[in-house]
Nanobody, 121 residues
Framework: VQLQASGGGLVQAGGSLRLSCAAS????????VGWFRQTLGKEREFVAA????????SNADSVKGRFTISRDNAKNTVYLQMNSLKPEDTAVYYC???????????????WGQGTQVTVSS
């Protein structure tokens, strides 16, 4: 599976962005997908994940109530809608796909290149 993340940018605190993760290659609907983020000098952090069918999702406590993950298997795309953004959300955001599911980045085998999100105060 090849993944391409997009939609990042610069936004003021309180604003919104929608990230997209477009997949190609293998049957995307067979894979669970996660979003992770990372800032310089810090470990990769779980943000959200969604099962292959889209029926179950998980969110990190730090983004609950603000971020929503969804997918459109017909379009081979997973989305991360980010609302009420805070400066601490600033990071490079990565999407990843895999057969396993969970909060650890080790559960995911295929990774996109990352998209920068910067939230100004």
């Amino acid at each position: 599976v090849q993944l391409q993340a997009s939609g990042g940018g610069l936004v003021q605190a309180g604003g919104s962005l929608r990230l997209s993760c477009a997949a190609s290659g293998r049957t995307f609907s067979n894979y669970n997908v996660g979003w992770f983020r990372q800032t310089l000098g810090k470990e990769r952090e779980f943000v959200a994940a969604i099962y292959s069918s889209g029926g179950t999702t998980s969110n990190a406590d730090s983004v609950k109530g603000r971020f929503t993950i969804s997918r459109d298997n017909a379009k081979n795309t997973v989305y991360l809608q980010m609302n009420s953004l805070k400066p601490e959300d600033t990071a490079v955001y990565y999407c990843a796909a895999g057969r396993r599911y969970g909060y650890s980045w080790t559960n995911f085998d295929y990774w996109g290149q990352g998209t920068q999100v910067t939230v100004s105060s």
